[in-house]
């Protein structure tokens, strides 16, 4: 074993977290090595044993789609690239059946509605309104949706938003036509309305650099100790969308890099307390095993595929995210409102039955 891994595992282990340096030094494991095996092993420790093995699932579902004037490299709804020609926007009954069909099994900790860069505003206030009576109180709701100012974020939060997906991502304003500072200024409206927040080191491919990560990861913490992230943090691959400039799966990171990336967000957390999830995209077992107990079920439009609804396509639905859970030993399901559900095979036969 790598004596400076070692160190560091043990500074974790005694309740420290790591700096730049040590960050950058992790990120260069080869995944498969035996430091790298540690370090996951050692997050995955880390997180069971602060939640009590317990994790979080979550629900999207996108609500629009058109051809899209951010144009990301990366999106399947990116204008120069995407195969949507027409602009489509999914009915308030649509989006309300959908969030029901969601929540039904009420273990779900969170949901979130995505739309796209530019959206009806009107339309999406009343699809919270409508959607956060439709689903158990128990169910936290979430937006995902283009820059917006603070007056906006209190009329949604008004209606029953409890808080903001929002990230300044890699690549930012290279890769996007999105000014950084623009997504930094949202992040900010949606703290000053008394929204939740939520951040993530996205989208990672392999051609993204070890620096790149790990500026994005300190960030994420930095924000946390001035905000508050509530509801966690997360790490997410950059998918090899086809038509886009990064198809092919060369272009995808692994599961198992994506697993250590996660893993060592975790040790730089891990001298903070209010991070009890840490979620991983695209789900993946691996991950689960190494830091990671927060997944996503999808639903809808999806920047990552490029089918018309990516339900059984691209998205996993809740059983499968459950199952995913389950098989990964995770004792209990945490839902928004603090309540638990033990994780027992009878409960996995009963869901399997509804």
Same mark, same amino acid.
């Given at each position: ?15 420290? *977290?790591?700096?730049? /340096?040590?960050?950058?030094? @992790? @990120? ?25 093995? #317990? !994790? ?10 058109? $051809?899209?004037?951010?144009? !990301? ?9 995407? !195969?949507?020609? +027409? ?9 309300? #059946? ?24 009107? %339309? ?29 974020? +209190? ?24 000014? $950084? ?10 703290? +000053? ?7 993530? !080191?996205?989208?990672?491919? #392999? /051609? ?5 990560? *790990? ?6 913490? *930095? ?10 943090? =997360? ?6 969308? $086809? =038509? ?17 990336? =996660? *893993? ?6 891990? /001298? ?24 996503? #079920? ?14 059984? %396509? %691209?998205?996993? /639905?809740? $059983? ?35």
């Amino acid at each position: 074993m790598d004596a400076r891994v070692s160190d560091i595992i043990s500074k974790v282990q005694e309740g420290g *977290a790591i700096d730049y /340096d040590e960050t950058l030094y @992790l @990120l260069a494991l080869d995944e498969a090595s035996p430091e790298a095996t540690a370090v996951r092993g050692t997050a995955n420790d880390l997180v069971r044993a602060k939640t009590g093995n #317990a !994790c979080a699932m979550w629900g999207q579902i996108g609500i629009d789609v058109y $051809p899209c004037e951010a144009d !990301c490299q990366f999106c399947s709804f990116a204008k120069s690239t995407t !195969c949507f020609t +027409e602009h489509v926007t999914m009915p308030i009954e649509d989006v309300v #059946a959908r969030a029901k069909e969601f929540t039904k099994g009420g273990d779900l900790y969170g949901l979130w509605l995505m739309t796209m860069n530019t959206y009806d505003e009107d %339309h999406y206030l009343e699809c919270v309104k409508a959607v956060r009576e439709a689903i158990p109180k128990s169910t936290l709701l979430f937006s995902n949706i283009g820059d917006t100012d603070k007056e906006y974020f +209190e009329k949604l939060k008004a209606a029953g938003l409890d808080g903001a997906y929002h990230v300044k991502r890699i690549g930012e304003g290279e890769l996007t036509e999105i000014p $950084p500072e623009r997504r930094e200024a949202t992040i900010r409206a949606a703290h +000053e309305a008394g929204l939740r927040i939520q951040d993530c !080191c996205e989208p990672i491919g #392999a /051609d993204t650099s070890n620096e790149a990560i *790990a500026t994005r990861l300190f960030e994420i913490k *930095a924000r946390n100790e001035e905000y508050g992230i509530h509801d966690g943090s =997360g790490v997410m691959k950059r998918n090899s969308v $086809p =038509g886009t400039r990064f198809e092919g799966m060369e272009n995808e990171i692994t599961d198992m890099r994506l697993a250590l990336i =996660g *893993a060592i967000q975790v040790f730089i957390m891990n /001298d903070q307390t209010d991070i009890p999830w840490f979620a991983i995209h695209e789900p993946n077992t691996v991950s689960l095993l190494s830091g990671g107990n927060n997944i996503c #079920a999808e639903t809808g439009f999806n920047p990552r595929d490029t089918a018309e609804d990516t339900a059984g %396509h %691209h998205g996993l /639905d809740v $059983p499968a995210v459950r199952s995913m859970f389950y098989q990964a030993g995770f004792k209990k399901i945490v839902r928004g409102d603090g309540t638990e559900v033990e994780l027992t095979p009878e409960y996995m036969e009963a869901k399997l039955a509804e």
